[in-house]
């Protein structure tokens, strides 16, 4: 099954109604606190049997969201095909890019759906470059600020950050809204305190639509 319908209640967004990924196994990110590690990780590969997926119309699907299919390590012919699939069988749904190396969104910039939005995970402004091996969170900024096009991002699992300089970042990158998760896997993140965490979703509510995920309940 390449294609699952996403339940209430569970840890996905609860704005995608289904997710679906061809780009599996080990994501080369390799984030310390990555819910696919609860599951043996067989090495990245391409399933073509996905390929045969009947992706439906109407739909919002996360693609890609259990490996960073955007990751540098992954083969652009996989991309390729898995947009080809989007856009020539099933151009009707709208669709979620999510990357931690959206640098990368601009090699495949001809090859998008009709109906697509691209996204990013900024955690924190900080480097906590010991928890992941996806480029810097000021680096995914820099990059994902240069697109001109729809963008979300995700701060989940939010992590300790700087009130000064985090609400700017967010705002200069010009997000159609912020989705803010906390960890839910009890991965001992550095975590921000209440305080700090509805100081950010008040500066950010300033510019921008905020959509508080119930996992972040815990820390409020
Ligand atoms: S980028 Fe996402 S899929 Fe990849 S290791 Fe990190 S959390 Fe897991």
């Given at each position: 099954m390449v294609m699952n319908k996403v339940k209430q209640?569970?840890?996905?967004?609860?704005?995608?109604t289904h997710t679906w990924n061809?780009?599996?196994?080990?994501?080369?990110?390799?984030?310390?606190?990555?819910?696919?590690?609860r599951y043996p990780q067989p090495e990245l590969?391409?399933?073509?049997?996905?390929?045969?997926?009947?992706?439906?119309?109407g739909n919002t699907i996360f693609v890609g969201s259990s490996c960073d299919?955007?990751?540098?390590?992954?083969s652009s012919l996989w991309v390729r095909l898995t947009l080809a699939h989007c856009i020539d069988k099933h151009p009707f749904n709208n669709y979620l890019f999510q990357s931690k190396?959206?640098?990368?969104?601009r090699e495949f910039a001809?090859?998008?759906?009709p109906n697509f939005m691209i996204g990013c995970t900024i955690e924190?402004?900080?480097?906590?470059?010991f928890i992941s091996k996806a480029p810097a969170t000021y680096n995914r900024k820099v990059a994902i600020e240069r697109y001109a096009i729809p963008k979300m991002i995700s701060i989940e699992p939010i992590m300790d950050f700087d009130l000064e300089h985090f609400p700017k970042w967010i705002e200069d990158i010009k997000p159609e809204f912020v989705s803010i998760g906390a960890?839910?896997?009890?991965?001992?993140l550095p975590e921000p305190s209440a305080y700090k965490i509805k100081a950010l979703i008040g500066s950010l509510k300033e510019f921008t639509e905020v959509k508080v995920k119930d996992n972040l309940k815990r820390l409020l």
């Open positions: 209640g569970s840890q996905m967004y609860p704005w995608v061809v780009i599996k196994g080990k994501c080369p990110h390799d984030c310390s606190y990555c819910y696919m590690k590969h391409f399933d073509e049997k996905g390929l045969k997926t009947d992706l439906g119309k299919m955007w990751a540098e390590d992954v190396n959206p640098d990368r969104f001809s090859l998008y759906p924190t402004n900080r480097d906590y470059s960890d839910s896997g009890n991965n001992h």
